[in-house]
């Protein structure tokens, strides 16, 4: 068990000044931070108790959110780093086991359907990886190999909930009109969109097309200050076993 001195802040303050080095040096999206996990452990700190406990159910919850393990490693080193105390093999060995056991426990997603874009969520695009990688398999080959994912991404901060609902209505009607039929894609978070699309030798190429309709289109529409200028747009590779693709969309969508 880790002691600590008796002078710790209040949990509030502790918490924030957390808050503050993870966001400075290592969290991705401040919008995902908080959890009530984040308070229990800082009550644990506050009464003097053990922390693991605590710290593996923060670990858990971590990686039900998509974050990355050493994210959350990272996050927690920040915590150390606002009491001044170097993390111990047991709070490391804690974080670590709620994540893993967070990966454990993730099942295959089923379909939703989200409501501003029209769009599926991450969970039909889950299920419809699923196929990929069983089609890759009978033809003796890999899921990257025929199959990549056209990212989109086109997130703002403090945007207000109409001009929200606008983007993303427009943003759906946009990747509709690029991709047509037959192209499965998801909104998997606040401003980010998904595509699966197969690999061609045009694909760099058609995501940068898909980047000059969207910056148009908000033109268009009055929503230029609604979305990310310049606005994101990658391919990214399929990684070697479907669960990790289930991953990948649940870290893309932080």
């Known amino acids: 068990m880790t002691r600590f ?16 080095a993870s966001m400075a040096a290592v969290w991705l999206r401040p ?40 994210e959350t490693i990272d996050d927690l080193a920040c915590l150390y780093r606002a009491l001044k105390l170097p993390p111990d093999r047991h709070t490391l060995r804690a974080i670590a086991v709620g994540w893993a056991e967070s990966q454990e426990s993730a099942t295959t997603r089923s379909g939703v359907r989200d409501p501003a874009t029209g769009l599926p969520t991450a969970d039909y695009l889950a299920q419809r990886l699923l196929e990929v990688y069983g089609e890759a398999e009978r033809d003796g080959t890999t899921a990257d190999a025929i199959s990549c994912l056209v990212v989109l991404d086109v997130g703002v901060e403090a945007l207000d909930a109409w001009r929200r609902m606008t983007r993303s209505a427009a943003v759906g009607h946009t990747l ?50 609604a979305m990310r200028r310049p606005t994101r747009v990658w391919v990214e590779n399929l990684p070697v076993s479907h669960p990790d693709a289930v991953r990948l969309l649940g870290q893309l969508g932080r």
């Open 176 to 225: 509709d009109q690029v991709f047509g039929e037959g192209h499965p894609m998801a909104v998997v978070s606040d401003g980010l969109y998904v595509v699966l699309c197969r690999r061609t030798e045009g694909m760099r190429q058609l995501a940068q097309t898909l980047r000059r309709v969207v910056e148009k289109d908000a033109e268009i529409l009055g929503l230029t200050s």
């Open 31 to 70: 919008g995902d931070w908080y959890h009530p996990a984040v308070d229990a452990l800082v009550e644990a700190l506050d009464a003097g108790r053990d922390p693991c406990a605590a710290v593996q159910r923060l670990g858990t919850a971590r990686g039900l959110a998509g974050v990355g393990m050493g």
């Open 5 to 20: 001195p008796t002078d710790i802040p209040k949990s509030a303050g502790l918490r924030e000044r957390w808050r503050t």
